[in-house]
């Protein structure tokens, strides 16, 4: 049998590292007053567990209080950084995984009006577009000291522990030197590629002068801007070759694009839809080129493209990041010959925007980033076994009864579609979004490999279900479409479900009205353009799909911008009236205080959802707890212990939109949480 390529040890200079798989640097807002405390440790340490090679932390980990956290960084610049540093490493290093850490100064990528309130900094003052900040070009003291702070850093580093250090050098301070949309200096930091590279070979040797000779050191380097007058593919190599042979670095961790837009950050950090691995063929010529340790991740999801990367030389170390964000075991799994259980990343990008909302999340493993308290392996329960029956087949239904046949349980899921998956299939209706099935097809596939009983076509009631002799009950219901709010012509809507289920075909001139602001209002409008009618997007919000992150929503607003999509914000749907063969749909400006009227042959509503939960109270004073939860034992991880009817059949439950609109993520925590001891 022929040696898997991913499982091949590397020899990285006085570093073996067990295997070619790699987590890359990212920031998920775990840090505590800027440190990377317990919970920082443990979401490295669960890759350290699944068998990961090397995992890097510290995404943009920032080296100076001008360089102010723009999500959560992890700052160096404190002397306690150390301390914690040194105990993720060590417990990482038990468990055979090397650690290094991506360190920075973001530049202009941050904001001045934060922290220190200190006038961020750049080559030049050229405002980056994402970020919106007007930096100060750096003064010669500025450089000195700035060089200084990534040096001090390097050595905080060392002392830790860590194995190497990785140098932000795409879209930060680093290459904002390198590359002329930014530096527009006339002195000997600007004007030529020699000039332009000065203030980088300037920090590796300060580096190198601190750490000495034998500590990996590398850079995450853009080596084409990919935009007219940026750093293009030939300039690009030429730096990385120059940085490759100048014996300072030992890597090149390979980026292609720009970050100073949310759509240019979309591409770097392509999302669902986009093509398997975009960038691979340039990182293999970047290894080609400079003939140094190559690593790259972009979109290198699944283990058959990260073994292809590996095998065909086009990488010695590959990235499946947001990868291990689903599944931290991914290596393991594939030792234990347990591939087909890979949780697998969906490519929703709900783990980075989720990043700018407060912390990083995946969309479907609701473990990640909460192992404290939070099981990514379920395991079995050491009581009798018990009759789990799940009413409904959505993601958090799925996800209930997953959890409870992994805990060995009898389960029973009923489903009244004809294929489980609730409003995940409505989705994937979008061509673009059916990766998103992903989420649906591994909870099958875990559901039927642990014996849950799957019934569809079944609107399973109140007999149905006490006809099982359940020991617990979990209502999975989801929701109906909410349009309640319409005061006259309810009737005349159609939901965006209606659309995207195919039970009603898009008009030829249709108004989207979008008062959820998440993806379900941008993918029907995305939907209904691309069979050509006319659309209109209209939200009483400020800005299009607030809920929706930044690198999502560019793929929409391209959509949008192809088929001609009209918008419309700050205006609230009040009614729909019938005006011969077409519609009037009335809209009250709050702002103009007026009310505006327009017409369409069709008025598509997206608004979330109310509960289908009378299955719920049907069952509730059958109950043992009537349904309560205790939320103190939720929010802390234990037991629920509730008997507030001694006489109850069965422990109940309810989840996701069954108790209230929301979203894939909390339909699945809902059941993990309550699932996972019982």
């Given at each position: ?83 914690w540093l040194k105990a993720l490493s060590d417990e990482c290093h038990d468990h055979g995984t090397a650690v290094m850490i991506q360190i920075t100064h973001l530049g202009r990528r941050t904001t ?121 593919r030939t300039e690009g190599l030429e730096i990385a070759r120059r940085f490759a042979s100048s014996g300072l670095i030992d890597f090149i961790n390979v980026i292609k694009g720009r970050l100073d ?418």
């Amino acid at each position: 049998m022929r040696a898997d390529p991913l499982l091949q040890p590397y020899q990285f200079k006085h570093l073996t590292l067990k295997n070619r798989m790699i987590s890359t640097a990212h920031e998920p807002a775990y840090t505590e007053g800027g440190l990377p405390k317990d919970r920082y440790r443990l979401y490295h340490v669960e890759k350290a567990k699944g068998g990961i090679g090397l995992t890097m932390i510290g995404g943009s980990t920032v080296v100076a209080p001008d360089s102010p956290q723009a999500f959560g960084n992890i700052e160096l610049f404190r002397d306690e950084s150390v301390h914690w540093l040194k105990a993720l490493s060590d417990e990482c290093h038990d468990h055979g995984t090397a650690v290094m850490i991506q360190i920075t100064h973001l530049g202009r990528r941050t904001t001045w009006s934060a922290h220190d309130w200190l006038p961020i900094l750049a080559p030049s003052s050229v405002r980056e577009a994402a970020h919106r900040a007007y930096p100060k070009a750096m003064e010669d003291w500025d450089i000195a000291r700035v060089i200084r702070a990534y040096a001090d850093g390097a050595e905080k580093v060392q002392a830790a522990g860590l194995d190497g250090i990785e140098i932000t050098a795409y879209g930060h301070l680093f290459d904002q030197f390198l590359s002329p949309l930014v530096n527009r200096r006339d002195d000997e930091y600007g004007g030529s590629l020699e000039n332009r590279m000065r203030f980088g070979f300037e920090v590796l040797e300060a580096i190198r002068e601190r750490i000495g000779p034998e500590m990996i050191l590398g850079l995450r380097l853009t080596c084409d801007e990919d935009t007219k007058n940026g750093i293009d593919r030939t300039e690009g190599l030429e730096i990385a070759r120059r940085f490759a042979s100048s014996g300072l670095i030992d890597f090149i961790n390979v980026i292609k694009g720009r970050l100073d837009t949310e759509e240019a950050l979309s591409r770097v950090i392509p999302g669902m839809g986009a093509r398997s691995a975009p960038h691979l063929d340039f990182a293999g010529e970047v290894r080609g080129e400079t003939k140094i340790t190559t690593m790259h991740a972009a979109r290198i999801q699944d283990i058959a493209t990260a073994r292809h990367a590996i095998e065909s030389g086009k990488l010695d170390l590959v990235g499946m990041t947001r990868a291990h964000i689903a599944d931290p075991h991914i290596i393991r799994k594939i030792i234990e010959g347990r591939e087909a259980e890979v949780r697998p990343c969906v490519g929703m990008g709900y783990c980075i925007d989720s990043i700018y909302n407060g912390e990083a999340a995946c969309v479907h493993n609701a473990a990640t980033g909460r192992e404290r308290l939070m099981p990514h392996a379920i395991a079995r329960a050491e009581g009798p076994r018990r009759k789990v029956v799940v009413v409904g087949g959505g993601p958090g239904g799925l996800e209930a009864a997953r959890v409870a046949g992994e805990r060995g349980h009898a389960v029973v899921l009923f489903e009244a579609q004809s294929e489980p998956g609730g409003q995940i299939r409505l989705t994937a209706s979008l061509k673009r979004r059916r990766e998103i099935l992903g989420i649906v097809d591994w909870r099958i596939a875990e559901c039927q490999r642990l014996g849950v009983d799957i019934r569809t076509d079944v609107y399973a009631e109140a007999d149905e279900v006490a006809a099982e002799a359940p020991d617990v009950v979990v209502v999975a219901t989801g929701g109906m479409p909410d349009h309640a709010f319409v005061e006259e012509g309810e009737d005349l809507a159609t939901s965006s479900w209606d659309i995207l289920s195919g039970a009603v075909r898009p008009a030829r001139e249709v108004i989207v009205f979008d008062d959820n602001g998440a993806h379900p209002g941008l993918t029907v409008t995305e939907f209904i353009a691309g069979t050509g009618a006319k659309v209109s997007l209209v939200t009483p919000e400020r800005i299009l799909g607030p809920e929706v992150g930044g690198t999502s929503f560019p793929p929409y607003f391209k959509v949008f911008a192809e088929h001609g999509v009209e918008t419309a914000i700050n205006l609230r749907l009040v009614g729909i009236r019938r005006e011969g063969n077409r519609l009037a749909a009335h809209f009250f400006d709050e702002y103009g205080g007026r009310t505006i009227v327009r017409e369409a042959d069709q008025v598509v509503i997206e608004n979330g959802t109310q509960p289908m939960d009378q299955l719920y109270f049907d069952l509730k004073d059958a109950s043992t707890n009537r349904g309560e939860v205790d939320i103190a034992a939720l929010i802390a991880g234990r037991k629920q212990a509730v008997t507030t009817n001694p006489d109850g059949a069965y422990t109940l439950w309810r989840i996701g939109d069954a108790v209230a609109s929301r979203n894939i993520h909390a339909a699945i925590y809902d059941a993990l949480r309550l699932m996972k001891d019982v």
